[in-house]
């Protein structure tokens, strides 16, 4: 069917098709170029002043590790060109969630067995944690925070703290 007769004039529906087109182009570039590169512009490596983390991934593997240390530090190893968002601010850090500007609604981003980033934090020993993950191997380990992690297919690991 052509857009034309949707609009009754080709011309218009040429210009209707152009004109939803570009958006969509322009996201496709910004998505590329994301994806492309290991880290996010102006993503850290390290965070300061945050006291919960929270992770969504479909097939990334997510490794949280409680220690003395006062910043989350990550480590991220990106497998093919898998799309990553993170997320900070007012003391909380979030991985793989696209929220809107007011934060009402948010969805996860959908990554592939070939192509998603797995993420090793460092945190300190009393962060709250949520993970999620739908494929992906999940391991917490020294945490004394609130721990939430769940995975639906992959190993789930969580070992207490250590003592001290």
């Known amino acids: 069917?052509?857009?034309?007769?949707?609009?009754?004039?080709?011309?218009?529906?040429?210009t209707l098709a152009w004109a939803a087109a570009i958006p969509l182009l322009v996201a496709?570039?910004?998505?590329?170029?994301?994806?492309?590169?290991?880290?996010?512009?102006g993503s850290p490596s390290s965070f300061g002043g945050i006291r919960t983390l929270?992770?969504?991934?479909?097939?990334?593997?997510v490794e949280v590790v409680g220690a003395d240390v006062t910043e989350v530090s990550v480590t991220?190893?990106?497998?093919?060109?898998?799309?990553?968002?993170?997320?900070?601010?007012?003391g909380s850090l979030t991985v793989g969630l696209v929220c809107d500007d007011v934060g009402s609604f948010c969805g996860s981003i959908r990554d592939t067995a070939g192509s998603h980033t797995?993420?090793?934090?460092?945190?300190?020993?009393?962060?709250?944690?949520?993970?999620?993950?739908?494929?992906?191997?999940v391991t917490v380990r020294g945490v004394t925070g609130k721990a939430d992690a769940r995975t639906e297919?992959?190993?789930?690991?969580?070992?207490?703290p250590s003592p001290g």
């Open 153 to 160: 297919t992959g190993r789930l690991r969580q070992d207490p």
């Open 28 to 41: 496709l570039l910004v998505v590329l170029v994301v994806s492309t590169t290991d880290t996010l512009p």
């Open 1 to 14: 069917m052509d857009i034309g007769m949707w609009t009754g004039c080709p011309r218009t529906g040429r």
């Open 118 to 137: 797995d993420y090793v934090f460092v945190v300190p020993r009393d962060i709250d944690v949520t993970i999620r993950s739908e494929h992906g191997d």
């Open 54 to 61: 929270d992770v969504h991934t479909d097939h990334g593997d």
């Open 76 to 90: 991220r190893h990106a497998q093919g060109a898998g799309p990553r968002v993170e997320s900070w601010g007012d």
